[in-house]
């Protein structure tokens, strides 16, 4: 047993506990895997990470000198993150220029924060 943990309670009924539901919808759950999917890669930490250092645009070239994978990796997570709403991007003739959507990522902190307090 860790000693940073108490001892279970004393069940007089066993080990079950029929009363145990969890606090979290099935809806919920779904919509907080998801959150955590489009999280769970580290180029799209690295993505999001160099966007984030960056007021304004960013070339895909640059992301692309910067990464340790290939452009068609980059353009594919580049596509989840767009679609999962975190980053936008303007293009300019044959340049697209990425950026973080602030509110969208400040909305996907907050509510992996407040559902991961339910796990304490």
Known sequence: ????????????????????????????????????????HPIRLQILDMLAQRAGHVCVCDLEAALPVKQPTISHHLKLLREAGLIGVERQGLWAYYFVRSEALESLRERLLQHLSLLR
């Open 1 to 40: 047993m860790r000693p940073d943990h108490d001892p279970p309670p004393e069940r007089p009924d066993g080990c079950c506990n029929p009363g145990m539901q969890p606090r979290i919808s099935g809806e919920l759950a779904q919509a907080l895997s998801a959150d955590l999917a489009i999280l769970g």
